[in-house]
């Protein structure tokens, strides 16, 4: 009866382990944002903001806020050192703002989008850009 005790008692530690270990490394991420955004051409709506990495090998990500949702394909990037906070940058022009990047805490991959044609005129008309950074957390 004993070893039986022992065999269970090992058993829910291990399963606990792996759901610690399963939340620490969600693939998803939540900011709330103060403004409406645009990602690939579709303006996003203010609000909670959540998005899901997904994909083995060729990532995108999920992204939804409030009541749309849309999939990016993202430039993955590295960093030599693990990221300290997970960030949502965007970049600012004039009252327009562009999802640019995502950046996960305890992470080296960071992903970030191409450059949009509407904001490729933005920049081409010299309007000033401003870049915005989120806090994010995991839900």
């Excluded at 991420?29 to 609000?47: D, H, L, Q």
């Excluded at 949009?116 to 933005?122: R, S, T």
Aim: glycine letters at 6%.
């Amino acid at each position: 009866m004993k070893k039986h005790a022992a065999a269970l008692l090992v058993l829910m530690l291990a399963g606990l382990t792996a759901l610690v270990n399963a939340q620490v490394i969600s693939p998803r991420t939540t900011a709330r944002v103060p403004f409406e955004f645009i990602v690939n051409g579709k303006t996003m709506p203010a609000g909670e903001c959540t998005i899901t990495v997904q994909g083995d090998g060729v990532k995108s990500l999920w992204i939804t806020s409030g009541s749309q949702s849309l999939l990016a394909i993202p430039i993955a990037t590295q960093s030599a050192n693990p990221n300290e906070r997970t960030v949502f940058q965007f970049r600012r022009y004039g009252d327009r703002y562009f999802l640019a990047s995502i950046s996960r805490r305890g992470e080296t991959t960071g992903y970030e989008l191409p450059v949009q044609k509407m904001e490729a005129e933005l920049r081409a008309r010299n309007v000033t850009e401003t870049d915005v950074l989120l806090l994010a957390s995991h839900p």
